[in-house]
């Protein structure tokens, strides 16, 4: 597909971001929700952050402390044998898993859609028993005048689903725990469907190892249930391995598009469409036969995790598909396709 990349990619890269206190680095900025908002587009980004360390023989690992209110950072010895740092994302200890870096949610602002400002201080940060380990993956619904922010909360309970809303992208309102762990990728639907709210999600199935995509409903955004599955990973195809939502659906002549993300079974992600049907959006009516985007670029394929491209948001203007994506877990890039060359790729 006729996929245009900016040629300013990546549009934000973590040297363009201050980090929140004067001894953390900002690591990655990435997987950013986007609504365009009065005159300007705002990305909601995920920025993580590590402290500062120049001991190579110490992990210096970050975490939100309840007790205390804010954020501490714990230390491990990287010689100790029962201390496992292989993977760059994670500190394993014999009774615990920690992320390597925490992140929270940052506003960036622009006027033509890809040169940003990036506000100085956290829009969101961890606050909470539930947020220990930070804050992930935001996406954002706009549902009468008012602006939901959806993201994963991760803590040692697991990545649960917490919900959040603004009317200016200036004050919020926390509306705690939407979904209980393990889940991820929540997009809620933009307007009711037979007077009820609708979210798509992704639950970690530990035993058996599925990692899907759901729906759920509900009448107040506050209380979900009546749970269906909507599909999985394709055994033959590019997401073999598994999927899950990425931006806010969108309706289209036939129903509503979804952008999501499939990883094959060696962990590349590129993103494709479903088509859901308009009244029953449970009901999968054709998935893209190839990737809309793929892994190509050096900053696509190398980075803090590589072969990765993962969005949580696009626009849908003039006839395009705008997406705003993470690329290699380590910046924010940007790209279009005409919505009629997704269309034609679906099967």
């Known amino acids: 597909m006729a996929i245009v990349r900016s040629p300013r990619n990546p549009i934000i890269s973590p040297a363009d971001v201050k980090p929140s206190r004067d001894d953390f680095q900002v ?39 309840v007790t205390a209110g804010n954020v501490v950072v714990k230390q491990f010895d990287r010689n100790d044998p029962k201390i496992d740092v292989s993977d760059s994302r994670f500190v394993r200890t014999p009774t615990e898993q920690y992320l390597s870096s925490l992140s929270h949610i940052r506003l960036a602002r622009s006027k033509n859609g890809v040169q940003f400002e990036v506000e100085a201080a956290p829009a969101l940060a961890p606050a909470n028993e539930y947020e220990i380990y930070g804050i992930e993956d935001p996406r954002i619904t706009s549902i009468d005048d008012k602006y939901y922010i959806s993201y994963s909360a991760i803590s040692p309970m697991g990545s649960a689903i917490c919900l959040a809303s603004t009317h ?67 055994e033959n195809s590019w997401d073999n391995g598994r999927v899950g939502g990425s931006a806010i659906p969108f309706r289209v002549d036939g129903g509503w598009l979804e952008i999501y993300h499939g990883a094959s079974k060696s962990d590349r992600y590129c993103l494709g ?49 705008k997406l705003y994506y993470g690329a290699a877990d380590t910046h924010m890039c940007y790209a279009e396709i005409k919505l009629e060359e997704i269309i034609k790729n679906l099967a």
């Open 27 to 65: 690591v990655c900025v990435f997987n950013a929700g986007v609504m365009r908002f009065q005159d300007e587009v705002i990305l909601a980004l995920r920025v993580a952050e590590k402290p500062i360390n120049s001991n190579p023989d110490v992990e210096l690992v970050p975490v939100y402390d």
């Open 168 to 234: 200016d992208f200036k004050t919020y309102q926390r509306h705690g725990v939407m979904l209980c762990p393990d889940n991820r990728d929540v997009e809620i639907f933009p307007e009711r469907i037979h007077g009820k709210y609708f979210a798509l999600h992704r639950p970690n199935s530990g035993e058996y190892g599925r990692r899907d995509i759901w729906i759920a409903e509900s009448t107040d955004l506050v209380n979900w249930g009546n749970h269906r599955w909507v599909m999985g990973a394709r």
């Open 273 to 321: 469409a479903a088509l859901l049907d308009a009244n029953e959006p449970w009901k999968v009516l054709a998935r893209s036969k190839t990737p809309i985007i793929e892994p190509e670029m050096d900053y696509e394929t190398q980075g803090f995790f590589g072969n990765v491209i993962f969005n949580c948001g696009a626009l849908v203007e003039d006839g395009k598909v």
